[in-house]
């Protein structure tokens, strides 16, 4: 048995199996009304289907296996979920099975059933040996599918990003404005510095940031200071300041020093994107927006509004230091670069845009994710080098992070089958 359970899903999900004299394993004549809704979750594969068994309707749940006996190997038996299964649909009925209250359960052997069509399709348009395992017959896929696809798999690495954001929101007890400077900070650390950058925004509550916003030099004092950055003494007049804020600060709100430098990744990081770089550019842009929560959800609407938002320059020490105490021959920041911009835009806007309009059950957010995303230019990485090759080239954001989604949440597990372009493949001629 060369294939994945998951095949023989698709199977029963599209109905590509001969219906002619169909019967359950023990001679009942079968006939599938409604074949039910696929199932993504926990609990049985296919809900609410109905078929006629010997003459008579059920309704109920179908559930799929290799062999019937992995019915016993998931302990189906003694979970009420599958209590209401009128279906267990396999390959091979290797041995009986038995409901939770020891009736027979009926079967279906799909053994010698499934089109021919449809095994060959199986097996030579899809490789699983393979990185992308459809992607020698990438080129057959029409372009409406492939962007149904890429839709479906933004869709849910916005919805996985936005639990992230309303996770945050549950921690700041319903306030908003914390919940969007936090993931703010989150989303600066830039995946290999967001743990600490989480930290040192949950250490310092945005009010305070906010009662003093006027001051950059304050704002910079407190974020160096707590985050563990700042040297305990320098002959450089602008850090000496620095320190003597953060001293009056730190014991005026009676701040526990728990962040050190040591908590903060540099190896490996261009210095552009030091975490000292980017606490600086955090200062700056708080500075500058006097409520950032309505910055991002109200003001900003396109590519441009953000980059006034998020595009601030640092204070002019930063201009030419990418640490404290060794200046630079060269200006070594002006803000936020492009390609950081846009990451930005994906990664912190879109993700709270999408949470809000959830957590609001205002549908318009996600249309507004939508429309931005596919005026920000494609980002350059890995996996979208990986659809490039096989001629799949994306066109804006909205594209290359369909394309991360297709490849994080069914290439590289392997669930192809669940996916538009594999099933287009599949079925293009089944039928």
Same mark, same amino acid.
């Given at each position: 048995m060369d294939?994945?359970?998951?095949?023989?899903?698709?199977v029963?999900?599209? !109905?590509?199996?001969?219906?002619?004299?169909?019967?359950?394993?023990n001679g009942?004549?079968?006939?599938v009304?409604?074949?039910?809704?696929?199932?993504?979750?926990?609990?049985?594969?296919?809900?609410?289907a109905?078929?006629?068994?010997?003459?008579?309707?059920f309704?109920?749940?179908?559930?799929?296996?290799?062999? =019937?006996?992995e019915?016993?190997?998931?302990?189906?038996?003694?979970n009420?979920?599958?209590? $209401?299964?009128?279906?267990?649909v396999?390959?091979?009925?290797?041995?009986?099975?038995?409901? #939770?209250?020891?009736?027979? +359960?009926?079967?279906l052997e799909?053994?010698?059933?499934?089109?021919?069509?449809?095994?060959?399709?199986?097996?030579?348009?899809?490789?699983f040996?393979?990185?992308?395992?459809?992607?020698? =017959?990438?080129?057959q896929?029409p372009?409406?599918?492939?962007?149904?696809?890429?839709?479906?798999?933004?869709?849910?690495?916005?919805?996985?990003?936005?639990?992230?954001?309303?996770?945050?929101?549950e921690l700041t007890?319903?306030?908003w404005?914390?919940?969007? /400077?936090?993931?703010l900070?989150?989303?600066?650390?830039?995946?290999?510095n967001? !743990?600490? +950058?989480?930290?040192l925004?949950?250490?310092i509550?945005?009010?305070?940031?906010?009662?003093h916003?006027?001051?950059?030099?304050?704002?910079?004092? +407190?974020?160096?200071?707590?985050?563990g950055?700042?040297?305990?003494?320098?002959?450089e007049?602008?850090?000496?300041?620095l320190?003597?804020?953060?001293?009056?600060?730190?014991?005026k709100?009676?701040?526990?020093?728990?962040l050190l430098?040591?908590?903060?990744?540099?190896?490996?990081?261009?210095? $552009?994107?030091?975490?000292?770089?980017r606490?600086?550019?955090l200062?700056s842009?708080?500075? !500058?927006?006097?409520?950032?929560?309505q910055?991002?959800?109200?003001? $900003?609407?396109?590519f441009?509004?953000?980059?006034?938002?998020?595009?601030?320059?640092?204070?002019?020490?930063?201009?030419?230091?990418?640490?404290?105490?060794k =200046?630079?021959?060269?200006?070594?920041?002006?803000?936020?670069?492009?390609?950081? %911009?846009?990451?930005l835009?994906?990664?912190?806007?879109?993700p709270?845009?999408y949470?809000?309009?959830?957590?609001?059950q #205002?549908?318009d957010?996600?249309e507004?994710?939508?429309d931005?995303? !596919?005026?920000?230019? $494609?980002e350059? #990485?890995?996996i979208?080098q990986?659809?490039?090759?096989?001629g799949?080239?994306p066109? #804006? =954001?909205?594209?290359?992070?369909?394309?991360?989604?297709?490849?994080?949440g /069914?290439?590289e597990?392997?669930r192809?089958?669940?996916?538009?372009?594999a099933?287009? %493949?599949?079925?293009?001629?089944?039928?």
């Open positions: 294939f994945r359970e998951d095949f023989l899903q698709l029963w999900k599209y !109905q590509y199996f001969e219906k002619r004299d169909l019967q359950t394993t009942l004549r079968l006939q009304l409604n074949p039910g809704f696929h199932n993504q979750g926990e609990g049985p594969d296919f809900r609410d109905s078929l006629e068994i010997d003459g008579i309707v309704h109920g749940h179908v559930e799929v296996h290799r062999l =019937a006996s019915w016993k190997q998931h302990e189906h038996e003694a009420p979920a599958y209590n $209401s299964v009128i279906l267990h396999v390959w091979k009925n290797d041995r009986p099975v038995y409901r #939770n209250d020891h009736t027979s +359960m009926p079967t799909f053994n010698g059933r499934i089109f021919l069509e449809v095994w060959r399709r199986y097996e030579q348009l899809l490789d040996r393979s990185e992308l395992p459809c992607a020698h =017959a990438l080129s896929v372009e409406i599918i492939r962007f149904s696809a890429l839709e479906k798999a933004l869709v849910e690495r916005l919805h996985s990003k936005s639990e992230s954001v309303l996770n945050l929101l007890q319903g306030d404005e914390e919940t969007a /400077y936090r993931w900070f989150v989303s600066f650390g830039f995946r290999i967001s !743990q600490p +950058m989480g930290e925004a949950s250490q509550p945005y009010k305070i940031l906010q009662k916003r006027t001051s950059l030099p304050t704002l910079e004092a +407190m974020l160096f200071g707590l985050a950055l700042l040297p305990e003494e320098s002959s007049p602008y850090v000496g300041h320190i003597r804020e953060y001293q009056f600060y730190q014991k709100y009676r701040w526990e020093q728990k430098r040591q908590h903060w990744n540099f190896m490996g990081v261009r210095p $552009s994107a030091f975490p000292t770089i606490i600086a550019q200062a842009i708080l500075s !500058q927006a006097p409520s950032l929560l910055s991002i959800l109200e003001d $900003s609407r396109d441009q509004s953000f980059k006034k938002v998020l595009q601030i320059p640092t204070s002019d020490y930063w201009k030419y230091h990418y640490t404290f105490g =200046a630079s021959e060269r200006m070594t920041s002006k803000g936020v670069s492009g390609p950081s %911009l846009n990451l835009i994906i990664n912190f806007a879109m709270l845009w949470a809000y309009g959830h957590y609001f #205002n549908p957010w996600k507004r994710c939508f931005l995303l !596919q005026g920000i230019a $494609s350059k #990485n890995f979208t990986k659809f490039e090759k096989c799949w080239t066109q #804006n =954001a909205f594209d290359s992070q369909g394309m991360i989604g297709l490849y994080r /069914y290439c597990p392997k192809c089958l669940s996916c538009k372009v099933q287009s %493949l599949i079925r293009s001629e089944s039928k």
